[in-house]
T-cell receptor, first 113, second 110 residues
């Protein structure tokens, strides 16, 4: 499994765009990149998943460069309710359905008024 | 559609007691797993199952047992609770659309 590295914490203000970058230098050919969000006292929640280039959904965008050794989760115009821990996971989720997810400490995002 | 349901939500045990944390999913996923999360930490994999009748150990399996008799259910058993097992436990069910987590069981062992 590819090891991931992401910042431990970030601060932002309401209405700003937040970009969280994850490094995964050892990503394998079959690996996908998936981001989860976790609020206090809740289980992680799927945000977005991608393989290459750019993926966008109603919540976020995921940017993946051609070498796939990093990825950036972009949250547009954050609000106080986006305060949470964000996890970057890398693995063969399509064929192996996420066997052996490895969660690091994640990035603790604090959105300030 | 309930997704992943965990019971109980809270539990206090005395050292040495045993108990079972229940997990059920209604998405017909083959893959299910149990994690524990200690304060300020990420999730650590305890046990997982790739289908009924098949289980395997994760990163921190000691002190826990699992079984998978049906696709829907994946209970986690604490054999003899210890204070070091005080944690929040999450069950997850995974398919091609990603992993879905339950709301967690907050366990305190005194």
């Amino acid at each position: 499994l590819a090891k991931t590295t992401q910042p431990i914490s970030m601060d932002s203000y309401e209405g700003q765009e937040v970009n969280i970058t994850c490094s995964h230098n050892n990503i394998a050919t079959n690996d996908y990149i998936t981001w989860y969000q976790q609020f206090p006292s809740q289980g992680p929640r799927f945000i977005i998943q991608g393989y290459k280039t750019k993926v966008t959904n109603e919540v976020a965008s995921l940017f993946i460069p051609a070498d796939r050794k990093s990825s950036t989760l972009s949250l547009p115009r954050v609000s106080l309710s986006d305060t949470a821990v964000y996890y970057c996971l890398v693995g063969d989720f399509i064929d192996n359905y996420g066997q052996n997810f490895v969660f690091g400490p994640g990035t603790r995002l604090s959105v300030l008024p | 559609n309930a997704g992943v349901t965990q019971t109980p939500k809270f539990q206090v045990l005395k050292t040495g007691q045993s108990m079972t944390l229940q997990c059920a999913q209604d998405m017909n996923h083959e893959y299910m797993s149990w994690y524990r999360q200690d304060p300020g930490m990420g999730l650590r994999l305890i046990h997982y199952s790739v289908g009924a009748g098949i289980t395997d150990q994760g990163e921190v399996p000691n002190g826990y047992n699992v079984s998978r008799s049906t696709t829907e259910d994946f209970p986690l058993r604490l054999l003899s609770a210890a204070p070091s097992q005080t944690s929040v436990y999450f069950c997850a069910s995974s398919g091609s659309q990603g992993a879905f987590f339950g709301q967690g069981t907050r366990l305190t062992v005194v």
